[in-house]
């Protein structure tokens, strides 16, 4: 319902409140306006007005074999993070909805803290858990910290739409003869599809740029993320413009997927307010 | 529809001029004109989709109308904002501030309307006292019952001496005891006050038991405004007179001076053509004896009986598609066929109502 | 209503994987603290108070956590100044379009940090797009050096980073509001700034508190945006945590800055909990 919207004209301090929002918006979008512009620009990096429009920097990416390796090493940590994450993220939702255990409390905060402790903290404690097990670094050692630190956020998307399920549903089921087990198969699970989709789709998405944690677990190989931060130090390259300007599109064609899941599934949209409400404490 | 007479010849206070209202392309209320009169109870009823808690809002100021005018006094009404009007509005779901405890759910109107500290102690004593709450005075709102909650927000609106009390289906939330108290306290509190309540809800036994007039309304119309008197002897239409009680609606034709309904004859004075009749069923009657002078009288078989407690209501099938609806005081036992009998005085013409969209 | 072993299933996998890849890492992390780094840069495995001592002592280590801690104050303040109305706006004001500029307020969370850094770099550098224009409308004459590697530059950059972290819980409790309470409060006779005041801004400080604490949290961890933009005078406790790990090796040094990190953290947490449990009253 349109609260004040029509009571805009009893109230001139809406004007502000506009110019302010459209201040934050152009804020918020400097950076990528800028960076998808200069990929553009001929004459690389600075420098005002850009002259010389040219793709020149999109072919040069294209034969750039480093980058291209570590997409592919990017992906495939997604993936497999994504299943870890999963894997354990599913049931451990599961466990904090509907079991009680010595610990729980202790168990959920732990599950919960990757969300908003600093990545450095997160990656550091893992480095010295695979230095004291003599573990070699490398891809696998990322995607164990990927996977470890993205579970909270399976948790907290599946927690939120366990909620949402009417138990009602189940006992029903139960009513009608199935076990828990087929309950929860039949009934539980399919309920669940559409939280888990999207929680999948976000872990991918945030494990392609994750930085923080991958900085203290890299081995060898690097990841996209890693790859241009090694560029960066050592000077900027246009072609970054470039290969910025393609992550954005895919981010963004990432969020309106997502964004449409979930408004598909509850007609509303709360997009990311479970994590944060996980992370107050609320909604858990 | 045009407002049937001003209640006791009083003054008017508000004045409500052809408002019409519509959300995109749904029409909510077309062309509505009302007067309401300084120290009533007016009682706007109506189904759900009637469009009464609209006008309810456009009359606090939380909506504005599509058309016409709204006017307190001299003054347009409609051209304030809600925080200027002075009118005061109980909440469907109460609204009070969790936040705040009652005493400060009370203060606010004052508060913010800057008064005195000690004015605003002693005004606040003295309307939770009304209401009955002065116990509860440093509660927060979650830790009190509904009907509770209800009376504090009855109190937040009151103490600012308002000129009009509007009223959002306030005792919907209740169940049916709590309810029934509340419509006598209510009343009683709006003598005691003296300003005029306007009152919105769908259950017609609830207006007629505390209102002064009803506006009956019907798909953004009003179908007919009256006391609960009028409105139940002398329903303007058909819908008035099944919206409000129980009526038999009798469809018959008028040819030469006789109203032929069924197996129903009676003479009249009305022009040939179809007309509809509404008919009460406590004032058909179980036949006894000799008919009374000018009595209809007609045959029936039983169908159904409903026992009420107070009354019965009896289903009769009179033959060529006619039941009526018989109430009796008490029960009757179990009964078969009946001869029923009714005064044609007691059949009022009304009006079909228009088909709405 | 579940059976035993289901629960067992459901509950054990999840704890066993936490207990091993967060609570023993942030233990080890723990004990680390507590060891010495010898001559040949080995870890010596004796346990000592040595680590802890040093930060109490040595100044440098006080003088960054602070600078960090203002820096973070400052990202925290300038997000909520940002966000607060932005979410305001967005809540009470932006009627069917709301949804679709929350979408607009989520997306840059979704474009890689790094890019947004790097992108700043590019605008606040001495040849970048701000410095370029300023001259090319006569607004000044030489770069402006300060705009880049600089605390100013990290403090714009992490803003810029964690205004939409800032924005998400303060909408998600204004949107908590029940309509109605504002009505009640217009109804009574408060204009809509009284009604901010003294209805919709006191039921939306758990979502405050909540933004505050993630902006002022994440960002006082952070070690990316101090590298790339920070220079000399920018450098927060997390780079030094860096280098111990990398070319300054004093891993028990690290993990003892680190350990204390997390322990603030941790009650800056429960201290933003117990403020928005105060505060909240539904």
């Not at chain 1, 949402?164 to 009608?176: C, F, G, I, N, Y």
């Amino acid at each position: 319902m349109e609260l004040l919207v029509s009571d805009t004209r009893f109230h001139s301090g809406s004007r502000w409140l506009l110019v302010h929002a459209v201040a934050v918006f152009a804020f918020l979008y400097l950076p990528i306006a800028v960076l998808i512009l200069y990929s553009f620009n001929g004459e690389g990096v600075g420098g005002f007005p850009p002259h010389h429009l040219t793709l020149g920097w999109y072919r040069t990416l294209f034969s750039d074999g480093p980058i291209w390796d570590s997409v592919l090493n990017s992906v495939q940590v997604a993936f497999v993070a994504m299943a870890i994450s999963l894997t354990f993220g599913v049931p451990a939702a599961l466990a904090l909805e509907r079991a009680q255990f010595p610990g729980k409390a202790l168990f959920r905060r732990l599950v919960l803290l990757p969300l908003i402790l600093p990545g450095i903290i997160t990656g550091l404690s893992l480095l010295m858990l695979f230095n004291v097990a003599g573990t070699k670094l490398s891809l696998m050692t990322i995607i164990l910290g990927h996977g470890t630190a993205l579970i909270s956020v399976a948790t907290t998307e599946v927690f939120a739409g366990l909620q949402k399920l009417d138990r009602a549903q189940e006992e029903a089921s139960l009513d009608l003869g199935a076990n828990y087990w087929q309950t929860f198969w039949r009934i539980t699970v399919p309920n669940l599809k559409l939280p888990i989709i999207g929680a999948a789709l976000l872990i991918f998405t945030l494990s392609m740029d994750e930085i923080a944690v991958s900085f203290f677990l890299i081995g060898r190989d690097n990841t996209l993320p890693l790859e241009i931060w090694g560029r960066l130090r050592r000077g900027i390259t246009p072609e970054i413009n470039a290969v910025s300007t393609i992550i954005f599109v895919f981010s963004l064609m990432a969020i309106v997927f997502w964004y449409r899941l979930r408004v598909r599934s509850e007609g509303g949209a709360d997009a990311g307010a479970e994590i944060v409400q996980a992370v107050e404490g609320n909604a858990i | 529809m045009r407002d049937a007479g001003d209640s006791v010849g009083r003054a008017t206070l508000l004045s409500i001029r052809n408002v019409a209202k519509r959300f995109g392309k749904n029409v909510v209320l077309r062309d509505i004109s009302l007067d309401v009169a300084e120290g009533e109870f007016l009682t706007i009823l109506g189904e759900s989709g009637s469009g009464k808690t609209t006008l309810l809002r456009i009359i606090a100021g939380f909506e504005t109308a599509s058309a016409g005018e709204v006017w307190m006094g001299e003054e347009r009404l409609d051209r304030e904002p809600p925080y200027r009007r002075r009118v005061n509005t109980v909440f469907q779901h109460y609204a009070l501030f969790p936040h705040l405890t009652v005493e400060q759910n009370v203060a606010y109107g004052l508060r913010v309307a800057k008064r005195p500290e000690a004015e605003i102690a002693s005004r606040v004593e003295e309307a939770l006292a009304k209401v009955k709450m002065s116990a509860h005075a440093k509660s927060k709102p979650s830790k009190i019952s509904g009907g509770q909650q209800q009376r504090i927000a009855l109190a937040r609106a009151l103490v600012n001496r308002p000129r009009l009390l509007l009223l959002d289906e306030p005792l919907s939330a209740l169940d049916a005891n709590l309810r029934r108290q509340m419509q006598v306290e209510l009343k009683s509190l709006q003598r005691e006050v003296g300003i005029s309540f306007i009152f919105v809800t769908h259950d017609q036994e609830e207006a007629m038991v505390m209102s002064d007039r009803i506006a009956l309304l019907r798909s953004g119309e009003l179908e007919q405004v009256a006391t609960p008197r009028e409105i139940y002897g002398r329903p303007a239409t058909a819908y008035a007179a099944q919206f409000i009680g129980h009526t038999n609606l009798l469809k018959a034709a008028v040819r030469e001076g006789v109203v032929h309904c069924g197996p129903l004859m009676w003479p009249t004075a009305l022009p040939d053509g179809p007309a509809l009749f509404s008919l009460r069923p406590e004032n058909v009657r179980l036949a006894t004896g000799n008919p009374v002078a000018g009595a209809v009288r007609v045959a029936g078989r039983v169908r159904h009986q409903a026992f009420h407690g107070a009354t019965e209501l009896i289903r009769v099938e009179c033959g060529d598609g006619l039941v009526l609806v018989v109430r009796t005081p008490g029960s009757r036992g179990a009964l078969d066929n009946v001869e029923l009998e009714f005064s044609p005085s007691d059949a009022v013409l009304v009006r079909e109502s228009p088909k709405r969209i | 209503m579940f059976s035993r072993a289901y629960k067992a299933a459901v509950t054990l996998p999840p704890l066993i994987w936490v207990t091993v890849f967060l609570l023993i890492p942030y233990l080890l992390m723990f004990c680390y603290s507590f060891w010495s780094v010898s001559a040949s840069q080995t870890i010596v495995h004796s346990w000592t108070l040595a680590n802890y001592s040093e930060l109490l002592r040595v100044d440098v280590y006080w003088q960054t956590l602070l600078r960090s801690m203002w820096i973070a104050a400052r990202v925290t303040i300038f997000s909520l100044v940002l966000g607060y109305p932005l979410a305001y706006f967005l809540s009470f004001y932006a009627g069917r379009k709301k949804d679709l500029l929350y979408q607009l307020v989520i997306i840059p969370l979704w474009v890689s940090y790094l890019v947004r850094a790097y992108a700043w770099k590019t605008i606040l550098g001495g040849d970048g797009v701000l410095n370029t224009l300023l001259q090319y409308v006569h607004l000044t004459k030489h770069p402006l050096e300060f705009l880049l590697y600089s605390p100013f530059a990290v403090v714009l950059t992490l803003t810029h980073i964690y205004t939409p972290f800032a924005f998400l819980p303060i909408y998600a409790a204004l949107e908590h509001i029940p309509r109605n309470l504002v009505e009640a409060s217009h109804d009574l006779g408060a204009t809509p700034g009284q009604t901010f005041w003294k209805v919709i801004f006191p039921l939306s400080i758990p979502g405050v508190v909540a933004g505050a604490t993630f902006a002022f949290v994440l960002s006082l961890g952070d070690f990316l945006a101090p590298l790339l933009l920070g220079g000399p005078s920018g450098i927060m406790i997390s780079n030094i945590v860096v280098s111990l790990f990398g070319a300054a090796y004093n891993w028990p040094l690290g993990a003892a800055i680190s350990f204390c990190m997390l322990l603030l953290v941790v009650s800056l947490l429960f201290f933003s909990e117990r403020l928005e449990k105060k505060w909240s009253f539904s």
